[in-house]
T-cell receptor, first 109, second 118 residues
Framework: RKEVEQDPGPFNVPEGATVAFNCTYSNSASQSFFWYRQDCRKEPKLLMS???SGNEDGRFTAQLNRASQYISLLIRDSKLSDSATYLC??????????FGSGTRLQVQP | GAGVSQTPSNKVTEKGKYVELRCDPISGHTALYWYRQSLGQGPEFLIY????????DSGLPNDRFFAVRPEGSVSTLKIQRTERGDSAVYLC????????????????FGAGSRLTVL
């Protein structure tokens, strides 16, 4: 079983839609959680950290459910510029972060 | 520098050749990471440096792969006797000892070195 699992998608949504991605992790001792965004043929960039209490950054909301070991990302009012791959990232107890395979989002006009 | 710099951006080599990939991290960042990303996959951890020493090299796939960071800044990833399966984008990231509000380190990636082994 992979340490971090994501639905690869693609999620095809119209502009203005709300879309949610989930990610599950296997190590219950994991301490920190992130969502990174990766545009085609570009490097990953931090989108947001995920806090236990949940957190919001503009149109983006991240939630953590430790009991079920999953993390979610909600994007409201999708823009064309949101089209990208969203990587779920977990500190599984190793010194380096573990990345999921990513969920591809395509926002259509 | 302002960001993480990686060279070369593209490298095409023949099977069996030796390759070096260079990473220049953000000035002052003590932690440096190498990841490898294949098409359709997320970055896969290779090795992590804290200062000059390799704090965790458990991700290196075999002894053909080696990395150094002699002065605690620039790092070089070295691949001997390259194989076609080594073809991937090799990503370098760095982070400072500072942490975000959650207490976690945040990685800043370079643009990557795309390696193609023919």
């Amino acid at each position: 079983r992979k340490e971090v699992e994501q639905d690869p998608g693609p999620f095809n949504v119209p502009e203005g839609a709300t879309v949610a991605f989930n990610c599950t992790y296997s190590n219950s001792a994991s301490q920190s959680f992130f969502w990174y965004r990766q545009d085609c043929r570009k490097e990953p960039k931090l989108l947001m950290s995920v806090y236990s209490s949940g957190n919001e950054d503009g149109r983006f909301t991240a939630q953590l459910n430790r009991a079920s070991q999953y993390i979610s990302l909600l994007i409201r009012d999708s823009k064309l510029s949101d089209s990208a791959t969203y990587l779920c990232v977990v500190n599984t107890g190793r010194r380096a972060l573990t990345f999921g395979s990513g969920t591809r989002l395509q926002v259509q006009p | 520098g302002a960001g993480v710099s990686q060279t070369p951006s593209n490298k095409v080599t023949e099977k069996g050749k030796y390759v070096e990939l260079r990473c220049d991290p953000i000035s002052g960042h003590t932690a440096l990471y190498w990841y490898r990303q294949s098409l359709g996959q997320g970055p896969e951890f290779l090795i992590y440096f804290q200062g000059t020493g390799a704090a965790d090299d458990s991700g290196l796939p075999n002894d053909r792969f080696f990395a150094v960071r002699p002065e605690g800044s620039v790092s070089t990833l070295k691949i001997q006797r390259t194989e076609r399966g080594d073809s991937a984008v090799y990503l370098c990231a760095s982070s400072s000892k500072g942490r975000d509000n959650s207490g976690a380190n945040v990685l800043t990636f370079g643009a990557g070195s795309r390696l193609t082994v023919l």
